[in-house]
Nanobody, 121 residues
Framework: QVQLVESGGGLVQAGGSLRLSCTAS????????MGWYRQAPGKQRELVAT???????NYADSVKGRFTISRDGAENTVYLQMNSLKPEDTGVYYC???????????????WGQGTLVTVSS
């Protein structure tokens, strides 16, 4: 069974930094892309950043220049370095992967359980 496990959330003051990690485990043949999404209280889940297997990245305008997504392909791990955090960055951050499990005929979208990031003003 494939699963994504996130870590690194917590409480930080505005202007501070946090680093999130997410590792995909299980029998995985290939990972096409990984990314981070977040959901603030009372709001819909939104894209934060994604990284494709070839290294191409995509960021939400609100985090460009402050957040950096990176990936360790050998470890099936994606990171999100978050700098200059703002109170509006507060939310539950979810890891996402587009991957091919062993024995599956197609790629699947898998989500982590989420990790809470709270930025105080």
């Amino acid at each position: 069974q494939v699963q994504l496990v996130e870590s690194g959330g917590g409480l930080v003051q505005a202007g501070g930094s946090l680093r999130l990690s997410c590792t995909a485990s299980g029998s995985i043949v290939s990972i096409r892309a990984m990314g981070w999404y977040r959901q603030a209280p009372g709001k819909q889940r939104e894209l934060v950043a994604t990284i494709a297997s070839g290294g191409r990245t995509n960021y939400a305008d609100s985090v460009k220049g402050r957040f950096t997504i990176s990936r360790d392909g050998a470890e099936n791990t994606v990171y999100l370095q978050m700098n200059s955090l703002k109170p509006e960055d507060t939310g539950v951050y979810y890891c996402n992967a587009d991957l091919l499990p062993l024995g599956s005929p197609r790629f699947l979208e898998v989500w982590g359980q989420g990790t809470l990031v709270t930025v105080s003003s």
